[in-house]
């Protein structure tokens, strides 16, 4: 900031919105989404940063402890998984969040999310008033009763003794509803009533390729979650798969997942042995997923209902001849096999 721009923010102390964390991209669309309904009508500036850059971290201290509404949203910053409701990052992934969060002023907002013990504990590090959202029951804002259906995603958010329904459509995965949650502390941060916040969220759509469903060709319906995988996002989808209700078959369409290391092959015959339990066809793309071929193989699923190919321009011809009426379609992989070049050939 020069010297100008920070004697403007100085004059007017706009209030000023971090959101930091491994989700803070999806964060970013579910706050806005709220802030659109905020009557308050007065300008937020809002950012999202890796807090990568120390020239960062020294903009963000500075606007942090002048402006008149701080608030910082720290979202997870280890990997979530499918099947449990508590985990943890790596603490060193939060040393320059500690750094901004002990600088803050008591008028500020620490909004945390609960479920990652390594993002909970910085609330012993601030002075703000703090706000934690998540499944587990110590959290402030905590999503319970989870439906999925072809429309999407169903929970009930309790906060205070008081429970509010809360629908994200065509969204689906942990992701989506803590990126939602977040929003709801910003919210009841800027002093919104929650009704006004369901009302925000109804029209979230979140970014492309992250456990989106959109329609497909032949009136299917895709779920894209192709903009990147790591091993517990894909054993997520699968999960997701397996629980939506569909008409026709069910395809999980699955690219390699890279960054595993020394278990890779492990890795992948497991996704494999779970593709079985909930999917008919499975197209495996790249290198590594042969051997999700191979754990459905060992599960005992037919020769014919498995599809093997090296890249996604061979793999999206002849998924849609395969593609019928009612069909739901898993898409899901590494940044780097470039899914989405799938979703594109197949979207209605």
Not at 96 to 105: C, G, H, M, S
Not at 149 to 160: A, Q, R
Not at 164 to 178: A, C, D, M, S, T
Request: glycine share 8%; net charge positive; hydrophobic share 45%.
């Amino acid at each position: 900031m020069n010297i100008f721009k920070k004697f403007i923010f100085l004059f007017k102390r706009s209030p000023v919105i971090l959101i930091t964390g491994e989700g803070r991209f999806c964060a970013m669309e579910a706050v806005s989404e709220v802030l659109k309904f905020d009557s308050a009508k007065r300008k937020v500036l809002i950012f999202e940063s890796a807090l990568s850059e120390f020239k960062e971290l020294k903009k963000f201290n500075f606007l942090l402890r002048k402006s008149e509404l701080p608030i910082l949203i720290v979202t997870h910053i280890g990997d979530i998984p499918a099947d449990k409701d508590f985990f943890a990052g790596d603490r060193r992934e939060t040393l320059q969040i500690r750094k901004l969060a002990k600088v803050l002023p008591d008028r500020a907002f620490l909004i945390l999310n609960f479920d990652d013990e390594t993002v909970r504990e910085l609330e012993n590090d601030s002075l703000a008033h703090s706000l934690t959202y998540g499944f587990q029951e110590r959290a402030n804002f905590r999503a319970s009763d989870i439906n999925l259906n072809l429309t999407g995603t169903n929970f009930k958010m309790n906060y205070e003794g008081n429970i509010v329904p809360f629908w994200l459509k065509n969204l689906f995965g942990k992701e989506q509803i803590y990126s939602a949650l977040a929003g709801i502390c910003l919210g009841v941060a800027k002093n919104m009533n929650l009704v006004e916040i369901s009302q925000a969220l109804g029209s979230y759509k979140s970014l492309p390729g992250k456990m989106r469903l959109i329609k497909g060709i032949k009136n299917s319906s895709v779920l894209d979650d192709s903009e990147n995988a790591t091993l517990l996002s894909m054993i997520e989808g699968l999960k997701i798969l397996g629980k939506i209700e569909a008409e026709g078959k069910k395809i999980a369409v699955l690219g390699d997942i890279l960054g595993i290391g020394k278990y890779t092959i492990e890795a992948h015959e497991m996704i494999g042995e779970r593709v079985v339990r909930v999917s008919d066809l499975l197209f495996a793309v790249g290198s590594r997923a042969r051997f999700i071929a191979q754990g459905v193989k060992n599960k005992g699923m037919l020769e014919q209902k498995i599809f093997q190919f090296n890249d996604v321009e061979e793999a999206k011809k002849v998924l849609q001849k395969e593609i019928k009426k009612g069909d739901l379609i898993l898409i899901d992989g590494s940044k780097e096999m470039k899914m989405g070049e799938i979703v594109k050939e197949i979207k209605a």
